[in-house]
C-alpha cells in the first residue's frame, strides 16, 4: 500500500508559476512509475507527465510539453511538478499517481482506470 499526499496548489494569475509536490509513503521503493493528472469540472482526466525510474525516461502531453516537468527526489520520496507560464486553461484539480509497473508504457499504464496508487489532489486555479 501507498498513500500519496499532493500540496503545492493554489491561486496565480497567469504568466506564473507553481512547484506542486506528491508525498509518498508506504511502499514507495516498489513504485517504479510516476505521474501526474489533472480534471477540470466538466472535462475528463487528462495526463500531464509521467516518469519511469528503471528506464529513466519521461512523458510529457502536447498541452504542458517545454511549460511543465517532472522530477523526483527519491530520497524524501517526493515527486514535483514545477508549472511554469500557467494559463487559465490550467485551472483544475492536479494528481499525483504511482505504479509498480516496469517497462515502456509508463504513462499509458497509469491512464488506465483503476491502476496504480492515486492521492486526494490539490487544486490549481490560474486567473487571467
Known amino acids: 500500500q501507498v498513500l500519496l499526499v499532493e500540496s503545492g496548489g493554489g491561486s496565480v494569475q497567469a504568466g506564473g508559476s507553481l512547484r506542486l509536490s506528491c508525498q509518498g509513503s508506504?511502499?514507495?521503493?516498489?513504485?517504479?512509475?510516476w505521474g501526474w493528472f489533472r480534471q477540470a469540472p466538466g472535462k475528463e482526466r487528462e495526463g500531464l507527465a509521467a516518469?519511469?525510474?528503471?528506464?529513466?525516461?519521461?512523458y510529457y502531453a502536447g498541452s504542458v510539453k517545454g511549460r511543465f516537468t517532472i522530477s523526483r527526489d527519491n530520497i524524501k520520496n517526493t515527486v514535483y511538478l514545477q508549472m511554469n507560464s500557467l494559463k487559465p486553461e490550467d485551472t483544475a484539480m492536479y494528481y499525483c499517481a504511482a505504479s509498480g509497473y516496469v517497462g515502456d508504457y509508463c504513462y499509458t499504464t497509469l491512464a488506465q482506470p483503476g491502476s496504480g496508487d492515486w492521492g486526494q489532489g490539490t487544486q490549481v486555479t490560474v486567473s487571467s
Open positions: 508506504g511502499y514507495t521503493s516498489r513504485r517504479n512509475c
Open positions: 516518469h519511469s525510474i528503471s528506464g529513466n525516461s519521461t
